[in-house]
């Protein structure tokens, strides 16, 4: 506890500019802004009215889905290299980095899902949090996408791969952590590297993403048990 308290009143600072330059970014919901621009509707009245790439793709058209795919991942590589550089520029020791760069990307997500300039009515998260997972790990990310692919490819239910994906993070972030990188000669500090404060913290966020993912798809889950969410489909635009 005394190493917590004295991270923030060192870091402060930096957290609170990581938290809210990741929320702002995040509060960027590309899904809006290109219904709009293609169709002049706002997305959050059609289809399932998810501010998101997979009710895009249904209600609006491929090239604004892809779009909306590609800006959404961006701006969560975006926010996640900001957190990182503040941290690094005041010397944070190694931990204290890998945490700025999750509350970078907690705080993107968090804005994706209740953006500032939406009126707090966005997505689901899950690109955000892919972006957040490459920068991180790109094995956690690899276990992560395949578990998606795997799910995805089986069902063609894009909501039930990225459930499943997210409850695949916390455990594929502790199995590569603790089983790939921890090393039992360094303490419990967390000052050092890849010590088992590391494995706690990184699994702690990842247990923390997957519940804001998760938890955004209740609505989802509740039809996958009813045997009534829809498969994927792109809607065709008209010439």
């Known amino acids: 506890m005394e190493q917590v308290i004295a ?56 090239l604004p889905s892809i779009l909306t795919f590609i800006f959404d991942f961006a701006k969560g590589l975006l926010a996640v290299y900001l957190g990182m550089l503040i941290f690094q520029a005041s010397g944070a020791p190694f931990i204290v980095k890998q945490c700025g760069i999750y509350l970078a990307g907690v705080a993107c997500i968090l804005g994706h899902v209740f953006p500032l300039y939406f009126h707090f009515k966005g997505g689901k998260g899950v690109l955000t949090s892919a972006a957040l997972i490459l920068i991180i790990d790109w094995r956690i990310f690899l276990i992560v996408v395949g578990v998606f692919l795997i799910v995805f490819l089986i069902s063609k239910i894009i909501s039930l791969a990225s459930i499943s994906a997210a409850v695949s993070l916390p455990i594929g972030t502790f199995l590569v952590t603790y089983f790939a990188d921890y090393r039992p000669n360094l303490s419990h500090s967390f000052d050092k590297g890849y010590s088992l404060a590391y494995v706690v913290v990184t699994t702690a966020f990842s247990l923390i993403l997957a519940a804001l993912v998760v938890g955004k798809h209740h609505a989802n889950i509740g039809r996958i048990l009813r045997g009534e969410e829809k498969k994927i489909t792109a809607k065709k635009r008209k010439n």
């Open 7 to 62: 991270l923030l009143r060192d870091y402060g600072l930096q957290i609170l500019a990581t938290v809210v330059i990741g929320y702002l970014i995040g509060s960027v919901s590309f899904s809006i802004i290109f219904t709009r621009l293609f169709d002049k509707k706002d997305i959050r009245t059609m289809g399932s009215g998810n501010a998101g790439f997979t009710n895009v793709l249904r209600s609006v058209g491929k």
